[in-house]
């Protein structure tokens, strides 16, 4: 993706969550659904120098899904909608049961290599 193309690698992310027909909020969700997506960045850096200066960033990020219901289909739609869109190296972690609150939770990490304008 070059930085020009769209606005950010936050908005790609955000789009490409949203195109999947559940909320989706950025670190913590504040309405009220039985499934829905988070989604934080955990790290950015530059990467592959050029004349002393960064010609691409990569974006490392990480989504939880919470569900109370079956999640397998919306989760196998997730990682494919996340690689067409260009993320990729997509870890799917544990699944968890939270107790508290009745909610299926799994986190996905994954990257995104971002050109940077000259």
């Known amino acids: 993706m070059n930085s020009n193309e769209i606005?950010?690698?936050d908005d790609l992310l955000m789009?490409?969550?949203?195109?999947?027909?559940?909320?989706v909020e950025r670190l913590r969700f504040t309405g009220s659904s039985d499934t829905y997506i988070t989604f934080?960045?955990?790290?950015?850096?530059?990467?592959?120098?050029?004349?002393?200066?960064e010609s691409t960033c990569e974006h490392?990020?990480?989504?939880?899904?919470?569900s109370k219901k079956n999640y397998n289909a919306l989760l196998k739609d997730m990682?494919?909608?996340l690689k067409k869109a260009g993320f990729y190296n997509i870890s799917i972690g544990a699944?968890?049961?939270?107790?508290?609150t009745g909610f299926y939770?799994?986190?996905?990490d994954f990257y995104f290599m971002e050109e940077l304008e000259e």
Do not use: C, F
Request: aromatic residues 14%; without cysteine.
């Open 15 to 23: 789009s490409t969550l949203l195109s999947l027909g559940v909320p």
């Open 95 to 100: 699944e968890m049961y939270e107790h508290d």
């Open 40 to 53: 934080q960045k955990l790290n950015s850096r530059g990467d592959w120098y050029m004349d002393d200066d």
């Open 79 to 81: 990682r494919s909608s």
């Open 60 to 66: 490392y990020y990480g989504a939880d899904l919470y």
């Open 105 to 108: 939770h799994i986190s996905l």
């Open 7 to 9: 606005e950010s690698v």
